[in-house]
Nanobody, 115 residues
């Protein structure tokens, strides 16, 4: 059973940066497209970005140009570099594979952006 552990969240002022990490318990990351999702308060979970096995990256329009997804297959870790953060980026951030069914969801990491 794959376990995903997200970390790196916190409280930051608008315009600031955070780097999220997602560590997997197995080497599964290198054979699947991985994604970051987020769930804002009171809203549905949404896809933020994903990265293919070959390193192709796709972003939601709301984060394009500000967020960067990357992966380190040797460390079984996926990252999300978030720059120029906005209050509307406030959410719990999760990683998982893009395809369904997803792996069991981790606990996520909370990001709060103050104005």
């Amino acid at each position: 059973q794959v376990q995903l552990v997200e970390s790196g969240g916190g409280l930051v002022q608008a315009g600031g940066s955070l780097r999220l990490s997602c560590a997997a318990s197995a080497t599964i990351l290198r054979v699947t497209t991985m994604a970051w999702y987020r769930q804002p308060p009171g809203k549905q979970r949404e896809l933020v970005a994903h990265i293919t096995i070959g390193g192709i990256t796709i972003y939601a329009d709301s984060v394009k140009g500000r967020f960067t997804i990357s992966r380190d297959n040797a460390k079984n870790t996926v990252y999300l570099q978030m720059n120029s953060l906005k209050p509307e980026d406030t959410a719990v951030y999760y990683c998982n594979k893009l395809s369904v069914p997803p792996f069991p969801w981790g606990q996520g990491t909370q990001v709060k952006v103050s104005s």
